[in-house]
Structures are given as structure tokens and as C-alpha cells.
């Protein structure tokens, strides 16, 4: 029997060795009762299957609606006797969740590797050229920003996203030894780096049109799919869908939410994107529309732009 089978009544996330189960009530101590249950029924599975479990690993986090009434928690979760420890985080697939869905730790980690990343190119920016520094910057850097951003990029607030954003300006100055204080709408453009204020929104778009377009559709998870198609009779009174390629966002999906942020951002994306031909297309248009949108000083006598006008940025990247 299949532990799905086993338990019913939660939703099961399993990859590899690491095992999540998700319940979801309204009282923290009828939920604990139901994990109880849930976890009594899992340990007769993993017995009869002769399978073990680390306890030591095992854990437990409770996530509560914003305002949400304060109940104080009698009960306890116990797996095989032993008391499982309350957290406040946990990590799932490289990506920390905090009780609040703030992914303060994660923007931390995010961040630490970002650091690590630009530290990388300080040691190597008067030893390699432009191409194996872009290389650097895309394995020590690229990868660590891009990783899951659809999941807290937008959560992060103005402060957060301008430290990810200086830490990205100050690789880019890197990869072109450019002075410290350099403008980097320029290196941005030259070097292809889309900022990473706008990579939420790409990303999102990104999201929908695989499942919007027929070709593609197929490829996305379908519980990734089956979340999005979620029916729901009531709709927003505010929200009007003037074609086809936008989508009605369900009453339940409250604002500030993953689906809800989504989907607005979909509905808000440029008409060229929803009527993209294919995924590779729709990356260019945005890539190339990210990279334009970049603003230039505005200064008149700016005297950065000054000390930069005997750079030749180009000449270095043909290099």
C-alpha cells in the first residue's frame, strides 16, 4: 500500500528520503490530534514495510493566517512515544520556510551565497577575462538568485530586494573592471544580466504561459496544474477579463498570496507576452524589453559618466 493511501486525509510531498505532510484546520489543537493520527498510521506503514524513520529529523511547524486569533496549544505531537520539536523554519528542497512565509532565512541564505559569488569574481576580476568571469558570475552567483525565486522573490521587501540588487551591480562592475562607483545600466545591457528586481515578474509570466499554451502545458507538474485550474463560483467584482489569454483569479486566493500574485502579474504582463508563439520566444521579447527598461543617469554633469566615458566596455567583452 502506498503511504498516500496510508493517509488520506493530508496532502503528502515526498522527494527522495524527505517526507512532508500537510494538514490544515482551523484550531492548532485539533490539527495536532489529526497529526497525531497521521503519524500513528505512518509508523505501522514503515513497520510493516520494515522501513525507519529518524527521529531526531522529525519536526513539526504551525502556519497561521495573518491577524489570525491567538489559541493557546494544549496538545502535544508525539511520534512513537517521543514529543516532536516545534520550529519556527524548515528547509525543503533548498528553500527555507518560516512559520510567517516571510523567507527571512532564506533571503539570508540567498544572500550569504550572493556574497560568496562577488567575493569569487573579487579574486579573479585581474586574472580571467570576460567570458570565463560571465561563466563565474553565472555558476557562483546566477544560479543561487534564480533558484525557486517564483517562491519568495515577492515576498521580500524594498529593503531586501535593494541589498540583492547592490550585491548584483557590484558583480556586474566585477565582470567589466569597472570603478567601484561605476553605473551599470550599461554593463547590464552589454552583458545580457537581467536585474534582479525584474526577475520575479519574468519568472511569473514564465509560470502561466506554460500553462496556458498548448505546447507547452504538458510539460508543467500536474499538481502544479491542478492547483492553478482550481474552480471557484465566486469571483472578483473588481477583476475584468477583456480576452481570453487573461485568467479570473479566484476569490480564495487572497491578495499578497503565491497563485494570487501569479496570476496578477500575468494579467498585468504586456499584451505581446500572453500572444507569444512559443517559450523562447516570449524570453527573448522579455529579456530584450528588461534590458531597454534599464534607466540611464539622468544627471547632466554627472561625473561618474565623466570618469566612465574612456572605458571601452565593448572592446573588453570582445576580448
Known amino acids: 500500500m502506498d503511504l498516500n493511501n496510508v493517509n488520506s486525509e493530508c496532502s503528502t510531498i515526498r522527494f527522495a528520503d524527505d517526507t512532508n505532510f500537510i494538514i490544515s484546520g482551523t484550531c492548532p489543537n485539533m490539527l495536532i490530534k489529526k497529526a497525531n493520527e497521521i503519524l500513528s498510521n505512518t509508523m505501522k506503514y514503515l513497520n510493516a514495510n520494515k522501513l525507519l524513520i529518524n527521529k531526531a529529523k522529525t519536526s513539526y511547524m504551525l502556519i497561521k493566517p495573518k491577524g489570525a486569533t491567538k489559541i493557546d496549544i494544549t496538545e502535544k505531537l508525539k511520534l512513537d512515544g517521543n514529543e516532536v520539536e516545534k520550529v519556527n523554519s524548515a528547509r525543503f528542497l533548498g528553500v527555507i520556510f518560516d512559520d510567517k512565509l516571510k523567507f527571512d532565512g532564506h533571503f539570508k541564505k540567498v544572500k550569504k551565497k550572493l556574497q560568496e559569488g562577488v567575493r569569487a569574481l573579487i579574486c579573479t576580476r585581474n586574472i580571467l577575462d570576460y567570458r570565463a568571469k560571465l561563466l563565474l558570475y553565472h555558476g557562483a552567483f546566477k544560479s543561487h538568485l534564480d533558484y525557486c525565486c517564483i517562491a519568495y522573490l515577492d515576498k521580500l521587501n524594498k529593503k531586501q530586494m535593494n541589498e540583492l540588487l547592490t550585491l548584483q551591480k557590484q558583480a556586474v562592475r566585477l565582470i567589466f573592471r569597472a570603478k567601484k562607483r561605476s553605473h551599470t545600466s550599461k554593463l547590464f545591457r552589454l552583458s545580457g544580466i537581467i536585474p534582479v528586481t525584474k526577475l520575479y515578474e519574468m519568472e511569473a509570466t514564465k509560470f502561466i504561459y506554460k500553462f496556458k499554451n498548448e505546447l507547452s502545458c504538458s510539460q508543467q507538474p500536474i499538481a502544479i496544474r491542478e492547483i492553478i485550474l482550481k474552480k471557484n463560483t465566486s469571483r472578483r467584482n473588481d477583476l475584468r477579463v477583456p480576452d481570453t489569454n487573461m485568467m479570473v483569479i479566484p476569490q480564495e486566493y487572497k491578495k499578497g498570496s503565491c497563485l494570487f500574485n501569479l496570476m496578477d502579474k500575468w494579467n498585468k504582463s504586456k499584451e505581446s507576452y500572453r500572444m507569444s508563439g512559443n517559450p523562447w520566444i516570449l524570453k527573448n521579447i522579455m529579456n530584450e524589453d528588461a534590458l531597454n527598461e534599464i534607466e540611464d543617469c539622468?544627471?547632466?554633469?554627472?561625473?561618474?559618466?565623466?570618469?566612465?566615458?574612456?572605458?571601452?566596455?565593448?572592446?573588453?567583452?570582445?576580448?
Open 298 to 319: 539622468a544627471l547632466k554633469k554627472c561625473v561618474i559618466c565623466k570618469s566612465d566615458e574612456a572605458r571601452d566596455y565593448d572592446k573588453y567583452k570582445s576580448k
